[in-house]
C-alpha cells in the first residue's frame, strides 16, 4: 500500500481516537485469536491496511433482531467499526449507512459487477410465502444474498440466525427461516461458508475471519459445519474456570443460594456448556470484559445449531441424562441423547474423569458433594 495511503489510514484512525500503537496492539490480539504469534502484528495491520483498495464488504441484513450489527457497533477499544467501517471500505451495510432506497441498493450491484470482495450475511433467510415474508427494494429479500453471493471472493454468515435460521426458524417457523449455506444451496450455488453461530456474533470473530482472508488470500480451515476450527475447536467446558467444581461435584442446585455465591459449577441450572463449541471462555465479550458464565449465567448454548427448539427451557439441566461417574450411564446413552461430537466430548471426558478419580466411581455425587451449608455457617471452607 502506497505510504500516503497508509497515512490516510491513520489519520482516520486518529479522528476516532485510536492511536498506532492501539491499532497494532489490537491487530496482535486478532493474531492470537487466528492462532497466530503476536509477531504477526504488522502483517496483519499491513492486510486491514491494503484491505481498503482491495476488498469491499458487503453486509446484507435478512430476517433478524440486528443484533449481531449492535454488537459489532457497540464496540468500543479500539473502535471495531472504525477499522471495519474507515478502513475496509463497508459498500453497503444499511442498518447502519446514510444513504437509503434505490440509491443504496445501487451499491449492491455496483459491487457486485466488480467482484473481489466479501459477503457478510446477517439473519436469516425467510423462505415463507415464497420468499415474500421479507421484501427488500420490491423483491424476496433472499434475492439480495443469491446476487451478492455470485461474485463473493468469501462469505461469512454472522450469528445463528445466518448459519441455520437461528431463532427466527424456531418452530413453528411460520416464516420458514434457514440459513445462508441451506439457501444458497437450494439455489444452486455452492460456495464454502464461514459460519459464526452464536446469538449475537462476537465482533472480534468477523474481524479475526475478514483478516484471516485478507491475510492469507484464502478461507481458514472449517469443520463439517463451516465453522472456523481455531474460533469453534473446543467445549466452553474445556476452558471453563468453573470446570474444577464440575470435576468436584460441586452444582449450583439453585439461584440465590450459597453455592451460586461460591460460583460453583451451572451444569444443573441448565449450562450447556459441556455441548457447546466456542472460545467464549477466553475471547470473551464486550471488549473482553466478560462472558456468560463468568458473569453468573450458564451458557445456554447460543453457539449450537438449533440450539432455541434444543436447548430451552435454558435455565433447565440439559436432561435427564446422568453422566457416567454422576450416576453410571453408559456414553453412548449420553450419545443418544445430546447428538453428534458434543456428546462424544462429553462422554469421553467423563470416562476420563472417572477413570482418574476426579469424579465419583457410580452412586450420586451430585448429591453426596452438595455444598454442605452447615459447614459454612460455621466458618469452614471458605
Ligand atoms: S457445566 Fe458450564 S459452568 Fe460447569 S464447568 Fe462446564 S461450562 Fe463451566
Ligand atoms: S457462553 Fe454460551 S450462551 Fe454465552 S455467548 Fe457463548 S455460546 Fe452463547
Known sequence: MAQDARGEVYDLLAARGVSRRDFLK?????????GLSEMYAPQIAAAVESGAKLKPVLWIAQGLCTGCTESMAQSRTPDVPTVVLDILSVNYWETVMASAGSDALKAITETVDKGGYIL?????????????????????GR?????????????????????????VKAAPNPAGATGVSEYLASVGISK????????????????????DVLLVGKLPALDSKGRPTL?????????????????????????????????FCLYKVGCKGPQTYTNCPY??????????????????????????DNDAPFLTRTSNVKLPGIGGVAPSTVGAVLGGAAAVALGVHAVVSGTQGRVGKGGPPETEKAYDRKKAAKGGDK
Not at 489490537?26 to 487466528?34: E, I, N, W
Not at 439480495?144 to 448459519?163: L, P, Q, Y
Not at 470473530?205 to 483478516?211: D, K, Q, R, T
Open 283 to 308: 475471547v470473551r465479550w464486550n471488549d473482553r470484559v466478560s462472558w456468560c458464565v463468568e458473569s453468573g449465567s450458564p451458557c445456554i448454548g447460543c453457539g449450537n445449531f438449533n440450539w432455541v
Open 231 to 263: 474460533i469453534y475447536g473446543s467445549t466452553i467446558h474445556d476452558n471453563c474456570p468453573r470446570r474444577g467444581h464440575f470435576e468436584n461435584g460441586e452444582f449450583v442446585e439453585k439461584f440465590g443460594t450459597v453455592e451460586e455465591k461460591k460460583q
Open 26 to 34: 489490537y491487530c496482535g490480539s486478532v493474531a492470537a485469536l487466528l
Open 143 to 167: 434475492e439480495d444474498v443469491k446476487e451478492a453471493a455470485k461474485n463473493a471472493d468469501a462469505i461469512i454468515a454472522v450469528g445463528s440466525c445466518a448459519v441455520d435460521g437461528g431463532w
Open 120 to 140: 457478510i450475511v446477517e439473519g436469516s433467510i425467510m423462505n415463507g410465502a415464497n420468499g415474500n415474508t421479507l421484501r427488500v427494494g420490491g423483491r424476496p
Open 192 to 211: 464454502p461458508i464461514i459460519n459464526l453461530p452464536t446469538c449475537p456474533v462476537n465482533p472480534e470473530w468477523i474481524v479475526a475471519m475478514i483478516v
